[in-house]
T-cell receptor, first 120, second 114 residues
Framework: AQKVTQAQTEISVVEKEDVTLDCVYE???????LFWYKQPPSGELVFLIR??????QNEISGRYSWNFQKSTSSFNFTITASQVVDSAVYFC?????????????????FGQGTILTVHP | DGGITQSPKYLFRKEGQNVTLSCEQN?????MYWYRQDPGQGLRLIYY???????QKGDIAEGYSVSREKKESFPLTVTSAQKNPTAFYLC?????????????FGSGTQLSVL
């Protein structure tokens, strides 16, 4: 069964600090996708990144970077020079094809989320 | 601006009452989803629809019902059979039903029991 673990329930930092949010996943599939979503206080989840299992290149987007390591089944997210606007709940998610049922939707599993608070 | 609109933002349910949560999208997306979020937990899938007039149960469909009569709309009814309905409900959509698709979310409805 697939599983996503975000061991850090809450993280609190002061503005301009770097912070890393951990994500560890379990899957038997060799083909899968990993996602990160941000949920600000307004409630809606906002897509941040999608990575497929065959692309282990790390990615940087402005102050955000992602480290994908298949050897440790981890897909960690780092925010450099954090800002107050980064305060949110961050979710890691794993998506696999539905091999048994044959549907096109597949199976998407979310982690429990990490609450990040950035203090001024 | 394109997006997903959920209403109401807050909803209260009395014992034995059915309530309906609205979800409308103008993104022209084929697929729509309903998720339930409980404090300290990830999102759990209630129902999804890949196309108009078709929908499938997710992981926690008991006590819920949906319809998809129009591409833009995917209302969720929380029935009296749902014994623990207090939660934050999120509607989402994706361009196609594919499992690799990114999701677009509405701003949610907080449902509480009176």
């Amino acid at each position: 069964a697939q599983k996503v673990t975000q061991a850090q329930t809450e993280i609190s930092v002061v503005e301009k600090e770097d912070v890393t949010l951990d994500c560890v996943y379990e899957t038997r599939d060799t083909t899968y996708y990993l996602f990160w979503y941000k949920q600000p206080p307004s409630g809606e989840l906002v897509f941040l990144i999608r990575r497929n299992s065959f692309d282990e290149q790390n990615e940087i987007s402005g102050r955000y970077s992602w480290n994908f390591q298949k050897s440790t089944s981890s897909f960690n997210f780092t925010i450099t020079a954090s800002q107050v606007v980064d305060s949110a709940v961050y979710f890691c998610a794993l998506s696999e094809p539905d091999n048994a049922g044959g549907t096109s939707y597949g199976k998407l599993t979310f982690g429990q989320g990490t609450i990040l608070t950035v203090h001024p | 601006d394109g997006g997903i609109t959920q209403s109401p933002k807050y909803l209260f349910r009395k014992e034995g009452q059915n309530v309906t949560l609205s979800c409308e999208q103008n993104l022209n997306h084929d697929a729509m989803y309903w998720y339930r979020q409980d404090p300290g937990q990830g999102l759990r899938l209630i129902y999804y629809s890949q196309i108009v007039n078709d929908f499938q149960k997710g992981d926690i469909a008991e006590g819920y019902s949906v319809s998809r009569e129009k591409k833009e709309s995917f209302p969720l009814t929380v029935t009296s059979a749902q014994k623990n309905p207090t939660a934050f409900y999120l509607c989402a959509s994706s361009l196609t039903p594919g499992w690799s698709e990114k999701l677009f979310f509405g701003s949610g409805t907080q449902l509480s029991v009176l």
